[in-house]
């Protein structure tokens, strides 16, 4: 079963921009730069979210993958049988990264993507590229003083490819898909803020993938005047503190933010003050941790989202119910329903009554379903 999940519509998306707009003027108002944490209630109701689908499959000619890989980042790409992989995981990692690909019956990956130089993000890619053929290996940089970095070169040489460093503005064919580099537009310090950030557009559903790219990088991308505007963002560093800064959201406006993140880490990722921010832009909040790997599957014009589990909007995002920021979320996050347009009665998304695909109406809470007149099922919504 497959949940869908209709784009942002225009009047909605403009709703969302003002309301982001006047926290960002609140939270200066009241605590300056450096204390961003959250400045008006929750805007989740301005774009209805569709549960996860657990435990199955999702359908389309272009799927995005985060796999589960703990405190790390890994995504497969594939759009019309052409492969492409962003990150590894760390080194540990590079078996199940292999795995995966394989199960999902990827043969050679068209392009291998380092976002930048930290373990936990080119760890695995040494083993990837050992073990499946590639086209085209890139990075922010050719060389890193670390052994996982020197390994990831060792396996791209191996297969004849030389690590190669995109200009800004290059793009690439993923079968119907295509990708565009948009930054780093500056050079950086920070190894974090070097990370290759990109979108990926298939018919009129957009992508972006940031690494852990920081606030510093984010403000600079978004000064170079690129197109940000995207359904579904990768929250950059984990949902650290110090990325998804309020400038940077304020452009991109996504629909959905995946955070790629490990249990229980040593970080506290995702920290609050990014999901606080991301509950004041009314994104909806998916994350490796809870739901394990997460699948995003478009035909072109709508996606849906498959995931191992199913978790409830309101333990993604905590800082919506728990008075996190400075100004917390009034009421829980609306839960998505699942109307039988046969039997006219209505079920929670994890149902193990739910009807066929075809019979399916969605809810976007129980007072509409009621006033719609459908009445609640007996086994889910006793």
Not at 26 to 40: E, K, P, R
Not at 91 to 99: A, F, I, K, P, Y
Not at 214 to 223: F, G, M, N, Q, T
Not at 343 to 348: A, C, I, N, P
Request: charged share 15%.
């Amino acid at each position: 079963m497959e949940f869908q999940k209709e784009k942002v519509t225009r009047p909605g998306l403009w709703a969302r921009l003002a309301a982001l707009a006047l926290s960002f003027v609140l939270a200066l108002s009241l605590g300056g730069c450096s204390d961003l944490a959250g400045a008006v209630g929750d805007l989740a109701g301005q774009n209805t979210p569709s549960a996860p689908v657990t435990g199955t499959e999702v359908s389309g000619n272009f799927e995005m993958h985060f796999i589960d890989v703990g405190q790390a980042l890994s995504v497969l790409v594939t759009c019309d049988g052409v492969s492409m992989l962003y990150d590894g995981g760390n080194v540990d990692d590079g078996s199940l990264v292999v795995s995966y690909l394989q199960n999902q019956g990827v043969e050679r990956l068209e392009y291998v993507f380092c976002s930048h130089a930290h373990e936990d993000h080119v760890g695995g890619l040494a083993a990837a590229l050992a073990a499946i053929p590639a086209g085209h290996v890139y990075a922010p940089v050719t060389s890193a003083d670390t052994k996982c970095f020197s390994d990831f070169v060792k396996y791209t040489q191996q297969q004849g490819l030389a690590i190669e460093v995109p200009a800004v503005g290059t793009t690439w064919a993923l079968g119907g898909a295509t990708v565009q580099l948009l930054g780093p537009v500056a050079q950086y310090d920070d190894t974090n803020d070097t990370s290759l950030v990109l979108r990926i557009d298939y018919g009129q559903t957009s992508f972006l993938l940031t690494g852990d790219m920081e606030s510093d990088a984010e403000k600079d991308l978004v000064e170079s005047g690129a197109n940000l505007d995207v359904d579904v963002l990768q929250v950059g560093h984990h949902g650290s503190e110090t990325s998804t800064s309020y400038v940077f959201l304020n452009e991109v406006l996504p629909e959905m933010g995946v955070i790629s993140v490990g249990t229980g880490n040593s970080y506290g990722h995702p920290h609050e003050a990014a999901l606080s921010r991301l509950r004041d832009a009314g994104v909806d909040v998916y994350r490796t941790d809870l739901m394990g790997t997460i699948t995003i599957a478009s035909d072109g014009t709508n996606y849906t989202v498959g995931s191992e589990h199913y978790v409830p909007t309101e333990q993604q995002n905590p800082t919506l119910t728990d008075g996190s920021g400075q100004m917390a979320a009034s009421t829980p996050a609306e839960t998505t329903y699942i109307g039988n347009v046969n039997s006219k009665k209505f079920h929670l998304p994890t149902c193990p009554n739910l009807p066929a695909e075809q019979n399916q109406i969605l809810f976007s809470s129980y007072d509409q379903a009621i006033a719609e007149g459908y009445s609640p099922c007996g086994t889910c919504l006793k």
